[in-house]
């Protein structure tokens, strides 16, 4: 049986996390979980250690200051790859990921894939209670990194995923430069770098009904600044070999 971790970074989210950490242990009631938070205001990280007390195999790691997305997740990919684990999942705390779905994605790493990701545009996925300019962001985003990378995934922004955790090393993912939700598209286009299979398990996304999106334009702006600045230099040096 595969050893697995999954990964919880938060910020302000004491009104869902509880209910994540339940059903988490509920999908998979063999994993560890580790909730890295950014020293939310809100007392999240006491939220998550009275509900660990509960269920056990909850870690809590506290990061000194909210430093965005990808240096969260820097920071518990670099914990939990000093371990023994054989699957390192991520998804967000604010329930828009049903932990449900984690069976299949760590079932798909099992199967071979170096990373699986919870995707909305394949078939069977699906965004439920986002309005119109959320779903066009989203997804012409993902069409323009696709293009840009020349990757095949659908889904390249997605945070539900699981990966193997050699391939995690294999990409050194300690040494990425995201610091928002570009973490999930730079992860995916160094995989396909190197060639390592990668899949995706359609899944339903429910926006929030609790606290605020932590998406703004800043964060927007870096995705996309980050995704041309890679497509150009692959052309460049595409265009160098010839």
Known sequence: MSRTVVCIPTFCEVETIGEVLRRTRIA????????????SP???AREVERVAEQLGNIELLVNPMKAGLG?????????????????????????SHDPFVLPALVGAVADGATLAIGSRY?????IANWPPYRR??????????????DLELHDV?????AFSARAL??????????????????????????GLPACEVPIT???????????????????????????LRDRVTRRRRR
């Open 28 to 39: 998979l009631p063999d994993a560890d979980v580790l909730v890295i938070d950014d020293s």
């Open 71 to 95: 240096a969260a997740y820097r920071s518990g990919f670099r914990l939990v790859l000093q371990r023994d684990y054989d699957v390192v999942c991520s998804m967000d705390a604010d329930l």
């Open 122 to 126: 394949v078939a069977g996925g699906a």
């Open 169 to 194: 090393a294999d990409i050194d993912v300690g040494s990425t430069r995201s610091s928002g939700y570009g973490f999930g598209i730079e992860c995916a286009y160094r995989i396909a770098q190197r």
């Open 205 to 231: 996304f429910v926006d929030r009904t609790l606290g605020k999106s932590k998406l703004s334009t800043r964060v927007a702006v870096e995705e996309l600044l980050l995704v041309t600045l890679w497509g």
């Open 157 to 161: 922004t997605a945070g539900f995923r």
């Open 42 to 44: 809100d007392g999240t």
């Open 136 to 149: 066009a962001l989203s997804r012409y985003g993902n069409r323009y990194a696709r293009w840009m990378l």
